[in-house]
Every structure is written in C-alpha cells, then in structure tokens.
C-alpha cells in the first residue's frame, strides 16, 4: 500500500521553512506519545525521521489553496532496544501551495498545520493486520473525495452482503471499508448478492470471498472453469472477524512477477486493441491489462493521437512486436488511463519492419 509521490511535496514544504521548529514540534509530540504507552521517548526522533523521509503510505488530497498529505510508517519492535511493539506513526499535514500574491513576490509552499499521532500495534497477534487497515481506511476516509485517483491491476470479488446476513456489528458502510481495503493491496473490489457476476470472473483476480458458504454454486470464468473461493461464514462472524480474514487473505496475495520479458505478437492489419493502464510505471515503460476488442471505458468511445508519451510507447513494444507509436490514441476524456491501439490496413508483421 505504498504512493510515495506526496512526500516529495511534502519534503519541498519542509526546506523552505527557516527553522527546524516545525520538526522538533513532531519530536515532541512522538515522545509525549511514547512516554504514554511506557515506551523510551528516545525512539521518537527515529519514529519522526521514518515518517517523513520513508514512509510505506503516503496519500494526497488537492484543493484550490491547499493539498493535504498522509503519511504513515511503521517501526517494527526491536526486543533488545525495549521496544517489544509495533508503533504506527501517521502525520497528517497540510501544506499551503505555491502562490503568487497580488502586486507581490511568489510564496513558496509551506506546511500550515499538522497532526502527529502513534498507535501501538503487536503486530505477533493474529489481528495484527486486521488493525493495521482498520488505522489506514482511517486515514484515507479523512482525506475524502479529492484524494488522488490510481489504477489497479488486479480484482477482488466480494459474494454476499453482510446486512442481509445479519453479520454482528456490520456497518452501514461495510462496503466503503472493504473497497478500501481492496485499494490498500492495489486491487479494485466488485459486489454481488448472489452468485451471477455481469461480466464474468475477471482475467487478473486477487481473490474470491464469498460470505455465505451455502450461498450455491460460482461463477464461471470465461473458460469455463470456477476460481478458487475463500469462504468466510459471515452468519457466525463479527464484522471485526470477518474485515481481519479478508485482511489477511489479501495480505498473503502474491502477484505474479511481470518484470521480465512478456510474450509479444504481432497486430493484425486493421485490428484494434483497448487497454487500460494498471500499477506503477517500471524500468522506464508503463504497464498495461490484458486488452479487450471493444472500448472497456464508459466515456463517449472517442480517442486522440496520443504523442510524446515514451514510457507507454515501451509499454507497447513489449505487447506488439509490429507497434509503431502512430497507432497509439487515448481515450478523448483523458482521465481513465485508457489507451487504444489501431493497426491500419497495411499493418505488416514484425519480421519486415526495418529498424
């Protein structure tokens, strides 16, 4: 659950301060922190250090006049030190944006306000990681609606509703939770009462859930074969039990590695291919789904020339052994990361294109 891009607005903030006052004020807040669970205030420059330098989150949320950034980190236990518990160390900050005043000079961006806080977590428990994300959803709850969008590679498919099954303690909200959840591990989360999913199982799935181990038969993939499930008895359950299974079952997902060479082939004269952008970009080219035959977006299916985009032209090479960057468009909304590859009519294969 690592974006890491906010912290370099935050860190451009923090340099133009004129002291490290701001800093020795997180210190202090950390060490009143520690000093109230039982544990060495000592750790609390370390525990600042972390959080603002190496954070494992950090989330953004824009505005006209100010982004507000998360950032979160946590010092794993060290026996030997007395330290014999997880500390999560979250900061939220708001950061002023650069600005030009009337008849004045440029301001530079600059923190405005923050709040520092330290949870204790023993991250040996078997709620461990169930705890951990109940504090992250937090965390991106409060950034609300203006947080900055991603795309995920993967989904998750959730069968059941805990309110029908009258799951104790279930929230109103239970799917919000779930969804973000979902987003932690980079994923993208789809609902369904029974056991019909419209569009079939997905291609790239994470995990299956159902709910109600008796709710009947699953899905079929397109192949005609029925994914693994995880079942959680959601009857029996507390909401707490069942966010902590879900929780680690995602957790323990490991996707395949596609870091290497990807079987590549040729484009067909005329065919055209749709793909959506997914993850991060890595070592130099950006990564893209499996692709469909038919617009996989619900904007008006409308696509420009896309230039002088040289990480997605290598992200298509890898896909294509016959691409050539003139057949590369975007969707005409811009804003859903998804591209369209039109070959025209005279599309000649790989092994007569000259370098």
Not at 121 to 139: F, K, P, R
Not at 215 to 225: I, N, T, V
């Amino acid at each position: 659950m690592a974006e890491r891009r906010p912290t370099t607005l935050l860190r451009d903030a923090l340099e133009v301060r004129s002291s490290y006052a701001f800093v020795e004020e997180m210190v202090e807040k950390a060490a009143g922190a520690l000093d109230a669970e039982g544990l060495d205030r000592s750790d609390a420059r370390a525990a600042v250090a972390e959080v603002l330098s190496a954070p494992s989150l950090a989330l953004s949320a824009g505005s006209k006049d100010h982004v507000e950034v998360v950032q979160a980190v946590v010092i794993r236990r060290d026996e030997a030190a007395g330290r014999p518990v997880e500390i999560l160390v979250s900061l939220r900050t708001t950061v002023r944006k650069r600005h030009h005043p009337t008849g004045g000079v440029a301001v530079c961006a600059a923190v405005a306000e923050f709040t520092l806080s330290c949870h204790i977590l023993d991250m040996e428990e078997s709620a461990d990681i169930g705890d951990l994300m109940v504090h992250y959803i937090n965390l991106v709850r409060g950034l609300g609606a203006n947080r900055s969008k991603r795309s995920f590679p993967h989904t998750v498919l959730v069968l059941g509703d805990l309110l029908d099954l009258s799951t104790k303690d279930a929230p109103k909200h239970w799917k919000e939770d779930i969804r973000l959840l979902t987003e932690a591990f980079d994923g993208r989360v789809v609902f369904d009462k029974g056991t019909n999913i419209p569009k079939g199982i997905p291609r790239k799935l994470m995990r299956l859930f159902t709910l109600d181990p008796y709710s009947g038969k699953l899905p079929q993939g397109e192949d005609g074969k029925v994914p693994e499930s995880v079942s959680v008895d959601a009857r029996t359950q507390t909401y707490g039990q069942v966010f902590q299974q879900l929780a680690a079952e995602l957790s323990n997902f490991k996707a395949e590695d596609d870091s290497g060479p990807r079987a590549s082939r040729d484009l067909k004269p005329g065919e055209s291919r749709y793909h959506r952008k997914v993850g991060d970009s890595r070592g130099g080219y950006d990564n893209f789904d499996d692709g469909s035959d038919t617009p996989i977006c619900s904007h008006n299916k409308t696509y420009k020339r896309y230039f002088n985009s040289d990480q997605a032209t290598k992200g298509f090479v890898r896909r294509y052994k016959n691409f050539d960057p003139s057949w590369m468009y975007h969707c005409s909304e811009g804003k859903c990361n998804v591209y369209a590859v039109f070959a025209p009519d005279n599309a000649a294969p790989s092994a007569v294109i000259s370098d």
